[in-house]
């Protein structure tokens, strides 16, 4: 009975935010503007009215481009042989890059709890990223859940970032809720400020600041426009540094595209198992993004796995390749030349990837984290930016494309378990590598199963 005591409340707040937050959109998302989407529901109305009339408009507007042929009316013949070609690539655009909710799963409470159990631990130390930069603006305060924990996030009138739990120290008021004054946080309930290192620095009614007031202050960095933060279960400051990109320095940066975020039921661990899983890609991933092309063709993928030097300064880090060659569907070697894209993903820690694409027509550069809000549910952003030229068409159609084979991924990756001590064979691919990698990750304190300390 105690044991079912202490699980209610968990269950409550679990099964909630499951069936709220399990929802994978790309574009038309949650977060998308009222305006925008209505534009896109607009859309998407003419093209399924004009798809039913599809043929007869076809026949309409082909017998009026030859009547005004006939008629010598060619201006006419044009204007509407050049809406219907815009109608088909509108039509094609929509199909490619507009796409809707795959099948909800549900996802119970209890079940998640007894999943979570069979995995490792859900917060390994690492550096994780707490949001995009321009999410807290100067003199805005946020608060963020992630690592089974709760966040002040704000930053400062001068610039500077800061994260603090998010529980006043006084009476426990949620600082989130308060606000940026100058370069303190002013709590909610009775005004009591702090700094971004945490400590109290003004409360308003009494004489003296005991020495003791402070909330703790977490260790952040910001680069690549986004603010990571270091977790470890010891509260040990930073092993490992992130550095600076190449790409996004120096005289030619590459420009800022687009971002997205989703949230997925699933171990953090198994997005780094997923790459050297060289066996999956058959089965898994075919399906590609413009409808019924998988009749017609199919991608290769050639994929190798690197652990950074053990003891080196690049021990945290990862390195990921895979080769994706385009053929035909009765082909067995000739692949089409320069519809391919190399792949190259450097992980900076176990939950922060950096995919360099390399396509004939430009340089792709996508930024993908993953940050554990609970052990079985991951926040997945993506940050993508393109070398100065390369066409924005493209950059979305590649991101979509590795989007759709992540969403293949996670299909799987919400429904599984972990085995410690998996069946391998010689030609599954370096997956073991990339377990004994990842546990340095992790230390004897972290903690298994799920944990939802705030
Ligand atoms: S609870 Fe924050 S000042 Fe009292
Ligand atoms: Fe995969």
Same mark, same amino acid.
Request: positive net charge; charged residues 20%.
């Given at each position: 009975?105690? /044991?079912?005591?202490?699980?209610?409340?968990?269950?409550?707040?679990?099964?909630?935010?499951?069936?709220?937050?399990?929802?994978?959109?790309?574009?038309?998302?949650?977060?998308?503007?009222?305006?925008?989407?209505?534009?896109? $529901?607009?859309?998407?109305?003419?093209?399924?009215?004009?798809?039913?009339?599809?043929?007869?408009?076809?026949?309409?507007?082909?017998?009026?481009?030859?009547?005004?042929?006939?008629?010598?009316?060619?201006?006419?013949?044009?204007?509407?042989?050049?809406?219907?070609?815009?109608?088909?690539?509108?039509?094609?655009?929509?199909?490619?890059?507009?796409?809707?909710?795959?099948?909800?799963? /549900?996802?119970?409470?209890?079940?998640?709890?007894?999943?979570?159990?069979?995995?490792?631990?859900?917060?390994?130390?690492?550096?994780?990223?707490?949001?995009?930069?321009?999410?807290?603006?100067? +003199?805005?305060?946020?608060?963020?859940?992630?690592?089974?924990?709760?966040?002040?996030?704000?930053?400062?009138?001068?610039?500077?970032?800061?994260?603090?739990?998010?529980?006043?120290?006084?009476?426990?008021?949620?600082?989130?809720?308060?606000?940026?004054?100058?370069?303190?946080?002013?709590?909610?309930?009775?005004?009591?400020?702090?700094?971004?290192? !945490?400590?109290?620095?003004?409360?308003?009614?009494?004489?003296?600041?005991? /020495?003791?007031?402070?909330?703790?202050?977490?260790?952040?960095?910001?680069?690549?426009?986004?603010?990571?933060?270091?977790?470890?279960?010891?509260?040990?400051?930073?092993?490992?540094?992130?550095?600076?990109?190449?790409?996004?320095?120096?005289?030619?940066?590459?420009?800022?595209?687009?971002?997205?975020?989703?949230?997925?039921?699933?171990?953090?661990?198994?997005?780094?198992?997923? +790459?050297?899983?060289?066996?999956?890609?058959?089965?898994?991933?075919?399906?590609?993004?413009?409808?019924?092309?998988?009749? $017609?063709?199919?991608?290769?993928?050639?994929?190798?796995?690197?652990?950074?030097?053990?003891?080196?300064?690049?021990?945290?880090?990862?390195?990921?390749?895979?080769?994706?060659?385009?053929?035909?569907?009765?082909?067995?070697?000739?692949?089409?030349?320069?519809?391919?894209?190399?792949?190259?993903?450097?992980?900076?820690?176990?939950?922060?990837?950096?995919?360099?694409?390399?396509?004939?027509? !430009?340089?792709? $550069?996508?930024?993908?984290?993953?940050?554990?809000?609970?052990?079985?549910?991951?926040?997945?952003?993506?940050?993508?930016?393109?070398?100065?030229?390369?066409?924005?068409?493209?950059? /979305?159609?590649?991101?979509?494309?590795?989007?759709?084979?992540?969403?293949?991924?996670?299909?799987?990756?919400?429904?599984?378990?972990?085995?410690?001590?998996?069946?391998?064979?010689?030609?599954?691919?370096?997956?073991?590598?990339?377990?004994?990698?990842?546990?340095?990750?992790?230390?004897?304190?972290?903690?298994? +199963?799920?944990?939802?300390?705030?």
């Amino acid at each position: 009975r105690a /044991k079912n005591f202490a699980y209610q409340p968990i269950a409550a707040i679990n099964s909630d935010r499951m069936k709220s937050e399990s929802k994978i959109r790309l574009f038309i998302s949650k977060n998308s503007g009222v305006l925008s989407t209505l534009l896109k $529901l607009a859309v998407v109305a003419v093209l399924m009215f004009s798809a039913s009339s599809f043929f007869q408009a076809d026949l309409a507007s082909l017998t009026a481009f030859a009547l005004a042929l006939l008629q010598n009316r060619f201006v006419y013949g044009f204007l509407v042989f050049l809406s219907t070609l815009g109608a088909l690539l509108v039509g094609l655009y929509v199909c490619v890059f507009v796409r809707f909710k795959p099948k909800e799963l /549900k996802f119970d409470a209890l079940d998640e709890e007894k999943r979570a159990a069979a995995f490792p631990p859900g917060y390994p130390n690492s550096w994780w990223k707490l949001c995009d930069s321009e999410e807290v603006r100067p +003199g805005e305060v946020k608060e963020i859940n992630i690592l089974g924990r709760r966040f002040a996030v704000f930053r400062t009138e001068d610039g500077v970032i800061s994260a603090l739990d998010a529980y006043c120290p006084h009476l426990a008021a949620n600082l989130s809720q308060g606000k940026v004054v100058g370069n303190s946080l002013e709590c909610p309930f009775h005004a009591w400020r702090f700094g971004p290192d !945490g400590q109290c620095v003004d409360i308003p009614y009494a004489k003296n600041i005991p /020495k003791n007031a402070a909330t703790r202050s977490w260790d952040l960095k910001e680069l690549w426009g986004m603010v990571m933060i270091w977790y470890h279960c010891d509260g040990i400051p930073p092993t490992w540094e992130l550095e600076d990109l190449p790409e996004l320095c120096g005289d030619n940066p590459y420009t800022f595209r687009f971002k997205f975020r989703a949230e997925v039921n699933m171990h953090v661990q198994d997005f780094a198992e997923n +790459g050297p899983d060289s066996a999956h890609f058959a089965p898994v991933h075919q399906e590609m993004t413009i409808p019924f092309a998988r009749y $017609l063709f199919k991608i290769r993928h050639v994929t190798s796995w690197r652990n950074g030097e053990f003891g080196s300064d690049t021990h945290h880090m990862g390195y990921f390749a895979d080769d994706a060659d385009l053929m035909f569907q009765w082909s067995e070697s000739d692949i089409i030349p320069n519809a391919g894209a190399r792949v190259a993903a450097t992980f900076h820690g176990p939950g922060l990837v950096v995919f360099r694409f390399s396509t004939a027509l !430009g340089e792709i $550069l996508l930024v993908k984290s993953f940050t554990p809000i609970a052990p079985l549910k991951q926040r997945m952003d993506d940050r993508v930016f393109a070398s100065p030229k390369t066409w924005n068409l493209l950059v /979305k159609y590649i991101i979509l494309e590795a989007n759709t084979q992540f969403g293949q991924d996670i299909q799987l990756w919400s429904r599984k378990s972990y085995s410690h001590k998996p069946l391998i064979v010689k030609e599954d691919g370096n997956i073991l590598g990339v377990r004994r990698w990842y546990k340095q990750f992790y230390t004897k304190n972290s903690r298994r +199963g799920m944990d939802l300390s705030w």
